[in-house]
Each structure stands twice: as C-alpha cells, then as structure tokens.
C-alpha cells in the first residue's frame, strides 16, 4: 500500500502535466534555478597546470613573467601557449583542419595530436592564451620523445629576410642531407633506466652517420638489436604520413615536425620476455619458434656423466627462492622498483577505459605554426615536406631490414 495519499497523487500528476503542456506545447521557459529545490553541488576539482618536464624542442625561457614553453594538464592534455602572430596562425589552422571536409586534410587530421580547442590559462602570475592537444605520453612510464623537424626550407613565405638567413644557418649540413633535422629529444635506456636528454646543441652537430646513430640511440639499439616490434609500430604510423604526402595537394607545411613516442617500460618487456618476432601476418602475430635439441640414449648419457644433475633438497630450493627474492649482490630495491614499474603499467593498461588504446609507440605530425592551404589554382604536391618524410622513412625501413633475422 502506498504511503502517498490520493490528493498528493494527483497534484503530482498535474504538476508533471503542466509541465509539458506549459513547456513543450506553448514552448515557455523552465522555472528558474532559483525558484526549485535542487541538492548543493559538490566543488569540482580545478584543473592543475605545470610545466612540461619531458618538452625536447622549441622555446622555454621566460621574458618577465612569460613562460615560452609547454606546460602539462592534469586532464592528459599539453597546453601551447599563443605568443606569437604565426602561433596566431595555427589557431586558425587547426580550426581549419578539425572543419574541414577536404580528403587530404581530413586524411592529416588522422596523423595529428587530438585538439581541442583554445583556452586562457594562468601560470607564473601571467594569463595568456594555449592551444590545448593531446598528450601522447600520457600513461607512460619512461616516455622516449623525439622532434624531428621537416623539410629543407622551415621558413615560410612571409618570412623576413633576416629570419630566412636564421633558419638557413640551423642545422644547415643536415638538413641539406636529409631534408630534416633533429632538434631534440630524450631516451631512457632499458640496461640502466637512466633517464638522457640531447638538446639543439647536440642536434646542430648532427650530419651524415652520425644522424642515423641518434635515431638507434633514441630507438635503445646502441650495442644491442633493435627491437622489430617497435621499428613497426613506428613505421605503421609513418607509412600512413608518407602516403599523405606524396599525394596531398592542399597544404604547404614549412617547419613542421614529427613527435616520435615510446614507452622504454614496454621496450624493456618486450626485449627480455616476449617471443614475438615483431612479424603480423593476416593470421596474427608471428612467434619466434624455440627449436628443441633432440636426445638420443647415448647423448643423454654423456650429458648426464658431463653435467651431473644438481643435489636438490627443500634447503636448496628455499636459498634459491631466497636469492631471487634478496639478492645477495645487493640490488634488492632495484629489483622492487622494477617490479612496482611493471605493475604499475599493468594496472595503467587495465583500467584504461577506451576501447582503442594507443600503442606503445606512435608518430604524429605537430606544429603549423607555418602551414598554409592552397587555393584552388595553386595546389600541388609539397615536394619539400615529402623528400624529409621519404629519406626519414627510409631510415626506418633499413632499421627494419636489420630485424629481419628476428622473423622465424
């Protein structure tokens, strides 16, 4: 039996009534905020901003109370700050990219960091404008960053002729080269978890082998095989860019970048346990084949008069156990460390809630500070972009051909 009475009843049904005869059929407003009940809203958490530790390129010093460079959202987001006039540009640009319904914009809209949007932020007492992008880093452990800048020519046609002399004179041998230059980037190493940054300064010197000696080094192949897997998860996404380019006739981009991202944490699973040979067939992943040796009696007798079985007791099993848990060289927090790491990671991986989760390495086109649309009468193929993306993708793909032997 209900505890509301039939007058209640009604009067509830009638309000309910009024409600969408008033508000629907006669289109009146609701009733004001102020004039119902609702319950008290608890405060919503502020976004936090500061600045972004792992930036290996562009500006970063401050002029007064200005900061240059990136700065990091606690929402996954990295936020650009609008300084000037061409930065003014890019605002525009990406409105452009995200509205537009040309294939080959809508095609590069694919190979770019998410935008969203513009906003106004305050940081070291001074408010200015940022453009707000993805943060392809986010929910990695040891983030590896690489700015790879594209192009022969990175001045755009609005450029003054002293900026035009200050772009020809960076990275001019390089550049010259390769149609790209490396202004920066940052790797952590899978044998130490050090953590080792290379600057412009380091990037400026860069020519000939020694470019191809920062891609391994940046890739962990220093001494060591490179890893199949991640040459193809890099690939993947530059091959999808290289194809771009050497069809799309809608854009000019001058200076623009590649954003190379790795996570060492999974480079370092995936070189000490995994038997994936870094192979997809349209079946699946290839696994490398472990080959057993195969034992006749006599072998088996010679290894067993060689090599005698060790003596096994329930004392030697726990000093085993014992020494992989408490090393006896002393590296016991090391070792606890890498396990919460990888734990970590595990937990990260489980509870991320999108369905199509980025990869553990990837490759996005940023910065067009200085990207122009072609006009209809104008457009062509940007053979400055394409040459940097073509000799930068063949640098991979001999990387590749060196992790042929990991394919069984």
Not at 108 to 126: D, E
Not at 163 to 176: A, G, L, N, T
Not at 309 to 335: C, G, M, Q, V
Request: hydrophobic share 35%; charged share 30%; net charge positive.
């Amino acid at each position: 039996m209900s505890d509301v009475s039939e007058p209640q009843r009604r009067k509830r049904v009638d309000f309910r009534r009024y409600r969408s005869i008033c508000q629907v059929h006669y289109n009146l407003k609701r009733k004001d905020d102020d004039m119902t009940a609702k319950p008290l809203l608890m405060p919503a958490h502020s976004l936090q901003i500061q600045a972004y530790d792992l930036q290996v390129a562009g500006h970063r010093k401050s002029e007064d109370t200005k900061y240059l460079g990136l700065l990091q959202c606690n929402n996954g987001t990295i936020l650009k700050p609008i300084i000037k006039e061409a930065q003014k540009r890019e605002v525009d640009f990406y409105n452009l990219l995200q509205s537009s319904t040309d294939p080959d914009v809508v095609e590069l809209r694919k190979c770019t960091p998410q935008y969203f949007g513009c906003r106004k932020f305050t940081y070291t007492g001074y408010e200015q404008d940022y453009i707000i992008l993805e943060d392809l880093s986010q929910r990695m452990l040891e983030p590896c960053i690489m700015d790879v800048k594209i192009g022969k020519r990175t001045w755009d046609p609005l450029a003054t002729e002293e900026k035009i002399k200050s772009e020809e004179s960076k990275y001019k041998q390089c550049k010259k080269e390769f149609g790209f230059c490396i202004p920066g980037f940052q790797v952590y190493k899978i044998t130490t978890g050090k953590l080792l940054k290379y600057n412009k300064d380091y990037g400026k010197k860069l020519h000939g082998q020694g470019v191809r000696d920062a891609l391994r080094n940046y890739l962990n192949g220093v001494a060591t095989n490179l890893c199949r897997a991640l040459i193809l998860q890099f690939l993947s996404e530059l091959w999808k860019i290289q194809k771009w380019a050497r069809r799309q006739t809608a854009l000019r981009l001058y200076s623009a970048s590649l954003l190379l991202v790795y996570d060492a944490t999974r480079l370092r699973d995936c070189s000490a346990g995994s038997n994936f040979s870094g192979q997809i067939t349209s079946k699946g992943p290839v696994y490398k084949k472990v080959n057993a040796v195969p034992m006749t009696p006599m072998s088996m007798a010679q290894t067993t008069f060689a090599n005698p079985p060790p003596i096994t007791s329930p004392w030697t099993d726990a000093l085993e156990r014992l020494n992989h848990n408490h090393s006896f060289e002393h590296n016991y927090e090391d070792k606890l460390s890498k396990i919460k790491m990888n734990y970590r990671a595990l937990l990260d991986q489980l509870s991320y809630d999108s369905p199509t989760p980025n990869p553990w390495g990837t490759v996005k086109v940023i910065d067009f500070a200085h990207a122009f649309f072609n006009e209809e009468d104008e457009r062509a193929i940007d053979d400055n972009f394409r040459e940097g993306i073509d000799n930068f993708v063949e640098i991979f793909e001999t990387f590749l051909r060196e992790t042929d032997d990991q394919v069984i």
